[in-house]
């Protein structure tokens, strides 16, 4: 049974930083895309970051570029999202997917504020 759970969010103060972790079971991690997604209560969530099976190719998204990064351990089976430079706006529950299949985790909650 393929389980995602996440972890790492909490309140930063702006221009700090959190590193997410989405520990997966169930499955072969290293065969799958991972994604994380966010979402501000009555938007959609967004689309933030993936990663190839293999962690060689990753996308994120424009809000986001240069200050966030994907990676992922294949030993752990642990997909990571390092935020730096967190603005207010940055403010939502985050989310690991895996795509194929379309799992989701819990979600995390990221507040930034001062």
């Known amino acids: 049974q393929v389980h995602l759970v996440e972890s790492g969010g909490g309140l930063v103060q702006p221009g700090g930083s959190l590193r997410l972790s989405c520990a997966a079971s169930g499955f072969t991690f290293s065969n799958y895309i991972m994604r994380w997604y966010r979402q501000v209560p009555g938007k959609e969530r967004e689309l933030v970051a993936s990663i190839t099976g293999g962690g060689r190719d990753t996308n994120v998204a424009r809000s986001v570029m240069g200050r966030f990064a994907i990676s992922r351990d294949n030993v752990k089976s642990t997909v990571y999202l390092q935020m730096n430079s967190l603005k207010p706006e940055d403010t939502a529950v985050y989310y690991c997917?895996?795509?194929?299949?379309?799992?989701w985790g819990q979600g995390t909650q990221v507040t930034v504020s001062s």
């Open positions: 997917q895996r795509p194929t299949g379309g799992f």
